[in-house]
């Protein structure tokens, strides 16, 4: 079945550049998503990429697509504290209604 | 525009008992999806709902029940309350069912079951 892994935690120093890493096992997938989720909040969609994109780029977030090596990274430059939070990555392919997510990478920005 | 509303924002029940979870979607939107978010891990699906019928069940028990109303707006049922069903609710809408429907979250009902 579908399995999405993502690394636990990430810290950084305000204005540094982030990247957080995603792979997932299923190569029919389609859509790939990038998810932000502040502390008892819901889901926020912060970008997503069609999977015959290798990059996508959208103010502060680039997001690049290896899709040979079903690998997905977020990039956030210039970090700020307010993007501490929890970032999920989450994918969805044909035949299928759902996104399956990772268990998400929690992003610390320290001073 | 309002985003996806969800009610209530906080529960707590004990075991066996059941509970009925309240979605509102994005105006214009006519799918509705659950998931269940337990602490520390990423969002399972539970069901999708496009159009008033079911389109997607996820691996949950058949406690689990859902429907839409002809406004789009959707319950989740949830019976026989388990310590394990203590998680985040989440609700998604999205314009349609398909595959190339972004879904766009709530902010979730937090349930507790003592």
């Known amino acids: 079945g579908e399995d999405v892994e993502q690394s636990l935690f990430l810290s950084v120093r305000e204005g540094d550049s982030s990247v957080i890493n995603c792979t997932y096992t299923d190569s029919s997938s389609t859509y790939l998503y990038w998810y932000k989720q502040e502390p008892g909040a819901g889901l926020q969609l912060l970008t997503y990429?069609?999977?015959?994109?290798d990059m996508k780029q959208d103010q502060r977030l680039t997001v690049l697509l290896n899709k040979k090596d079903k690998h997905l990274s977020l990039r956030i430059a210039d970090t700020q504290t307010g993007d501490s939070a929890i970032y999920f990555c989450?994918?969805?392919?044909?035949?299928?209604?759902?996104?399956?997510f990772g268990s998400g990478t929690r992003l610390q920005v320290q001073p | 525009d309002a985003g996806v509303t969800q009610s209530p924002t906080h529960l707590i029940k004990t075991r066996g008992q059941q509970v009925t979870l309240r979605c509102s979607p994005i105006s214009g939107h006519k799918s509705v999806s659950w998931y269940q978010q337990v602490l520390g891990q990423g969002p399972q699906f539970i069901f999708q709902?496009?159009?008033?019928?079911?389109?997607g069940r996820g691996n949950f028990p058949d406690r689990f029940s859902a429907r839409q109303f002809p406004n789009y707006s959707s319950e989740l049922n949830v019976n026989a309350l388990l310590l394990g069903d203590s998680a985040l609710y989440l609700c998604a809408s999205s314009l349609g069912g398909g595959l190339a429907d972004t879904q766009y979250f709530g902010p979730g009902t937090r349930l507790t079951v003592l």
């Open positions: 990429i069609f999977s015959n994109m």
């Open positions: 989450a994918e969805s392919g044909p035949g299928r209604r759902a996104l399956t």
């Open positions: 709902y496009y159009e008033k019928e079911e389109r």
